[in-house]
């Protein structure tokens, strides 16, 4: 939802220290289910995935998760899905140029960043995903990862 | 060897590659006149609907002597032209030194990465990485965007087949394409406090030059090179700075307002508005911001978007003495020198 984006953008600082203690969390107990459960639970797993992060981020589950990095605003919401925003074309009011009643993603993403702790992780250069993890799971990727 | 050798060699063709200098990463005369430190002139060549060569020769050719580079646009504002590569190869040939502009809307990772080897082949040196303009506000909006990669990303693209002479798949190339990378930057556009954060992530993504979307604003482009300076982003990349020339205070309006990431102050605006030949006015107004970005510390050139207006191009350049005396490279050039030594 474009409001509750928004609020997210606002409490970056929040939402950064959220994930910073809740996602270690979450990634330790999907290495357990999926040494135990193996590939089964994916399916709900990457729907409760969604469904959080869509509900909090309008996440669209490119399976390559940015949001620690972009300020808590979801880049996949950039009508251009710019990965190293912002583009060109931002509005003097700060909205988008494509959406003009849309405030732009980039905008929101170098705001939230400058809230949080590691904002800084926006400065590094972020490369194109990778079109097949879309509609996966980031959390079950982090934790079969390592 | 002195500066003017240095531009007039040529092979027996115009559009044959000159060698690579030391510390140069293309063949072109482009990436030579900005790191032996003269100030630069880009323009735009607006690519014709036609699949006409001549047409392109003779837009191109009002640019002669007045400008090292000439940007070939890739469907700007999303509407359909004769293509970049298209434009560039027939600019090669004459001995033109084109810049490639590859936009991110059109084509795919496979797509863009055959056409950067295609435009090396043809003698392309240049290159400007943009996201480029969404479909919606073109002349096809029905169509799909694409959008693999972003500007950042397609740098990277770039800096990887040269550098490392390999696709991104990891297959590897027989010969590199040596392009000199280019990007865009819009100071004028919010969020104001990070563009130069942007611009870091370009150079940190490889570009060697940037241009600028129109600058008006002469304290927010001193304010932006100030800043660049201190983070030492001056030393990897050359700024070449925006000017368009207005033609009316109507077209100024309809740029500020239909063009997002536009900004034209008020005052330009009564400017043109007050003056009794508005076209004249536009003119004066380039020529001055020209020489006032001149003056900027660590600024290495104009790129002046005359669009419409291309045939003042030559006149205000040298109205604005930025060059200092420095005449640009062209064929017609060439063509003069081999005349007189056959004489
Ligand atoms: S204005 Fe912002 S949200 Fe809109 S296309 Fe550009 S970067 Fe994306």
Known sequence: MYRVRLWSVRHSRKMEWLYATFNPMVVKLLRGTVKVFGNKLDKPITAVEAAAKGFFFDCKMCGDCALSKTGMSCPMNCPKTIRNGPCGGVRENGHCEVKPEMRCVWVAAWDGASRMKDGDAIKNVNFAVDHRAKGTSSWLKMARDD | MTDRAQFDEAGLNPGDPLPILPGHVSHGRFERVLRAGHFAISTEIAPPDSADPGEVLRRAALFDGHVDAINATDGSGANCHMSSLGVCALLTREGYSPIIQVSCRDRNRIAIQGD??????????????????????????????????????????????????????????DLPPQLFMGASINPFAPPYANRVDQFAKKVAAGAEFVQSQ?????????????????????????????????????????????????????????????????????????????????????????????????????????????????????????????????A
């Open chain 2, 116 to 173: 950067l080897l295609g435009a090396a082949a043809l003698g392309v040196c240049s290159v400007l990485c943009l996201s480029g303009d969404d479909v919606s506000v073109g002349d096809h909006p029905e169509a799909k965007p694409v959008f693999d990669f972003d500007s950042v990303s397609l740098l990277q693209t770039v800096k990887t087949l040269r550098d490392e002479s390999r696709f991104l798949s990891g297959r590897k190339l």
């Open chain 2, 214 to 342: 129109y600058c008006f604003d002469i304290e927010m482009a001193r304010e932006f090179m100030a800043r660049a300076r201190d983070l030492g982003l001056l030393e990897h990349c050359h700024v070449l700075m925006g000017v368009g020339v207005l033609a009316s205070a109507k077209t100024a309006k309809w740029l500020k307002g239909a063009i997002p990431g536009v900004h034209i102050p008020d005052q330009i605006i009564r400017r043109l508005e007050q003056a009794e030949k508005p076209k004249a006015e536009g003119r004066a107004i380039a020529v001055e911001l020209m020489q006032q970005l001149a003056e900027i510390k660590g600024m290495s050139g104009i790129h002046l978007m005359a669009y419409k207006q291309e045939e003042w191009v030559g006149d205000i350049v040298a109205r604005s003495g930025v060059l200092q005396g420095r005449k640009p490279w062209a064929p017609s050039h060439l063509h003069h020198s081999k005349q007189t030594a056959n």
